[in-house]
């Protein structure tokens, strides 16, 4: 079984809402023309492209995230068509004044399940009483979990685009989850791409917050930050520090007609491979994991 805990939608709010952030005022379809990428459509028509992408490359389950704040509705309409094939996540900036009252109703009324945190971006503390409401929010919803990026945060469309990206790394500490991890110890954490350059603070905080989970989604280049890390090593260490079981394979797959990224999944394949990680630990690691946390809703 494989599931993939990490995946963008691209819906065409998440394109007109990047126009708008640039102040360019391009259509969806001329931002489309000059990335290169397809035109997604209707929220409806982008999850049965998906779906197909899915059945192609034996995907069972996959995220998907709204990936702007604002989209969960594009999300939604993903999930309420395809409810045994997308796990809504969402993308949520807790300094904004109805934070609290969009991941209530993303959650309780639009079916969506992980909020989504960019500190780095949205230039809110994680141990700010702000992000603190809104994970109670999250929290108070059984089945729910928090993701939130920490460590380098590149985002490789806003670049294309040339958007103003003024990210304050620093606020992107997996230290400074503990608190918050720690005051929900029944919510799931996830931390992605095993916090994106920041792998010991990561381990540290997961050794200290058992709640707290990693994905190991993306090219991982971040590797290149010290020397001698490897694929195969980020995988041995995290299997020592968090065991099987709080691992989440993911790819950060996000467009057409790219589609859903087959080179990133060979590659941690043959890593955890080269890291003698067992095939009962695998199964957890690529399906089993993320089937636990988000199981298909009755
Ligand atoms: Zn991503």
Known sequence: MLNDAHCHFFSSQFFSTLSRQGGRGDSVASLCQELQWDDPGSPESLADRWVQELDTQGVARSALIASVPGDEASVAAAISRHPG????????????????????????????????????????????????????????????????????????????????????????????????????????????????????????????????HVDTSSSNSWIRYAPGWTLQGVFSTAMSVLGPSRILFGTDSSYFPRGWQRGVYESQKAAVTAAKINASDQGLIFGENFERLFPIKA
């Open 85 to 212: 094939r997308f796990v809504g996540f969402f993308m949520i900036d807790p300094g904004a004044a109805d934070a609290v009252d969009r991941a209530t109703n993303a959650i309780a009324t639009q079916g969506l399940r992980v909020a989504c945190l960019f500190p780095a971006m949205h230039h809110v503390a994680l141990t700010d009483p702000r992000v603190e409401r809104v994970v109670a929010a999250v929290a108070a919803h059984p089945g729910t979990a928090l993701f939130v990026h920490c460590g380098v945060l590149s985002v490789g469309v806003r670049k294309k685009l040339g958007l103003p990206s003024r990210f304050d790394l620093s606020l992107g500490d997996p230290l400074s989850l503990t608190p918050l991890a720690l005051a929900f110890p029944s919510l799931p954490f996830i931390v992605p791409h095993f916090g994106a350059g920041m792998l010991r603070e990561t381990m540290m905080a997961a050794d200290a917050c058992p709640n707290i």
